[in-house]
């Protein structure tokens, strides 16, 4: 980040709140969620209240994968207020990682005080299973940089932010829970998440790098939003979907309509358990 990155700058940020307080007659959601890749269901789930295009907020990144809706969806879950970023943003993209996690620090100066964090990922813990979901419990960041390079927005939160729990204890019981009374236990996992820069998938000696590291899973997101979120002192809840396999002996040249067709089959499970836990909030 360049110390004149402007989605740095906290004007940049309240403007981008402004504008979605005035559009939407001050909605002032409670809970943040990002959906990510072909996992845009739960927005079905919600009674909108407003839906806008990232393209008309002032400041917000436009998204350049075309399974990313680029829409921000204000509305009920559950009995909460919801902000749902439908579409986020990858370093892989050429975002900055002020870009990458700028809508999550707009979500909190409009005052969301959670967020629950969604993608697709690959599996390497060689028990995980096509399609099941694993609550992420905790990460290794192996991008080349994070969104907390660069003059500290003290406004937002510290200099160095603690991340000895990055995940939090509460609200993964509180999704452990619910995945059982969904009858999901057998096909809910935990585990720690590994995040890549992509775009290209890893290789067998680096998918085998990364389980000797101890990651479960691997993906190209969430983790530049969970530092921010910590940063801003939000409790996180993040799930991934197994879209592939990459455990040795079980590794195969990967498709996108392969990733697509896991994540639909997880889907609706995904979006069950996550309206279980913001109804429990
Ligand atoms: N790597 C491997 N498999 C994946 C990924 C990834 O980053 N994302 C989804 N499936």
């Known amino acids: 980040m360049s110390f004149s990155d402007p989605a740095n700058a906290l004007g940049a940020l309240h403007a981008a709140a402004a504008y979605i307080r005035q559009r939407s007659g001050g909605f002032r959601p409670d809970t943040g969620i990002v959906l990510g890749t ?38 009920a879950l559950g009995g909460r207020r919801v902000a749902v970023l439908q579409g986020r943003f990858h370093y892989y993209e050429g975002y900055s990682m002020a870009q990458v996690v700028f809508p999550v620090r707009v979500l909190k100066l409009l005052g969301v005080q959670q967020l629950l964090v969604s993608n697709a990922a690959g599996g390497l813990n060689p028990d995980f299973r096509l399609a099941d979901l694993m609550l992420i419990d905790d990460h290794l960041n192996l991008l080349p940089t994070n969104p907390l390079v660069g003059p500290n927005l003290d406004e937002l939160g510290p200099r160095f932010p603690d991340m000895f729990a990055p995940y939090d204890a509460g609200l993964l019981a509180r999704a452990e829970a619910a995945a059982g009374a969904l009858g999901q236990a057998g096909t809910t996992r935990r585990g720690v998440y590994a995040a890549l820069p992509g775009p290209m998938l890893e290789t067998p000696a680096e998918y085998r790098y990364l389980r000797l590291i101890g990651a479960d899973a691997v993906g190209m997101s969430t983790v530049p939003e969970v530092i921010a979120a910590r940063h801003l002192g939000l409790p996180v809840l993040a799930a991934s979907v197994i879209t592939d396999l990459c455990a040795p002996g079980r590794l195969k040249p990967v498709v996108l309509a392969d990733i697509f067709a896991a994540a639909a089959q997880a889907e609706p499970r995904l979006t069950a358990l996550l309206r279980a836990v913001v109804a429990g909030l």
């Open 38 to 75: 072909g996992l845009g269901g739960l927005v079905r789930e919600v009674e909108i209240a407003h839906v806008l295009d990232y393209a008309d907020i002032p400041h917000f990144p436009l998204s350049t994968v075309e399974s990313h809706a680029g829409r921000l969806v204000l509305g």
